[in-house]
């Protein structure tokens, strides 16, 4: 597993190895001793999740305020931009975001640390979202912080797009950063 590191301290990419030949290819997506011996961390994952999405829609930027997740993210069928701000307010990186592309065919993973709001936007017709989380779903402490909030300016590639993204009523209503609960 190859591990590139983002500009943001913690928050890494994951480049597995795959095996391919003319039947197709095979890949480990995950193997804890190889992950601890490439990233340093020893996490234990208890959830995993599977979303499916149609071009133009936008999940995000969600994080739990307690019971704070750690996602390990990739995507299995199409393309994503998949981003992660950092609310961590002691971090040097605070209110930082970075993105990189998961697909199918690059199949890269994000490692988003506890601490961070993400998200992601559809690029291809649709795609499968799969993630392993650190803790469990709780909804009462879900928070999303605002998409487009100008303070965070996150690059979304809305040019790829037939129209305007396709939001959920909680990302509408998403709280910009300065209003945001964030995380010590």
Same mark, same amino acid.
């Given at each position: 597993?190859?591990? *590139? ?12 190895? %795959?095996?391919?030949? &003319? ?41 739990? *305020? ?13 393309? %994503? =931009?998949?981003? &992660?701000?950092?609310?961590?307010? &002691? ?35 649709? !795609?499968?979202? %799969? ?15 605002? @998409? ?7 690059? @979304? ?6 129209? !305007? ?6 990302? %509408? ?9 964030? =995380?010590?």
């Amino acid at each position: 597993m190859k591990v *590139i590191e983002t500009a943001i301290p913690g928050l890494l990419i994951l480049e597995p190895r %795959v095996f391919g030949d &003319a039947r197709g290819f095979f890949m480990e997506s995950f193997n804890a001793k190889a992950f601890a011996a490439a990233t340093g961390l020893d996490v234990d994952f208890v959830q995993d999740n599977h979303s499916r999405s149609g071009q133009g829609v936008l999940r995000g930027l969600h994080y739990q *305020i307690q019971q704070a997740q750690g996602k390990l993210v990739r995507v299995v069928r199409g393309s %994503v =931009f998949d981003v &992660a701000v950092d609310l961590r307010r &002691a971090s040097p990186t605070f209110g930082q975001w970075a993105g990189v592309e998961l697909s199918e065919e690059n199949h890269r993973q994000l490692w988003v640390p506890p601490g961070f709001a993400h998200g992601f936007l559809v690029t291809s017709d649709s !795609a499968d979202f %799969v993630y392993k989380t650190t803790d469990y779903y709780a909804p009462q402490f879900e928070r999303s912080l605002l @998409w487009n909030d100008p303070a965070v300016g996150v690059e @979304w590639p809305l040019h790829l797009l037939p129209g !305007a993204p396709l939001l959920s009523a909680k990302d %509408v209503a998403g709280q910009p950063l300065a209003e945001c609960e964030t =995380f010590a």
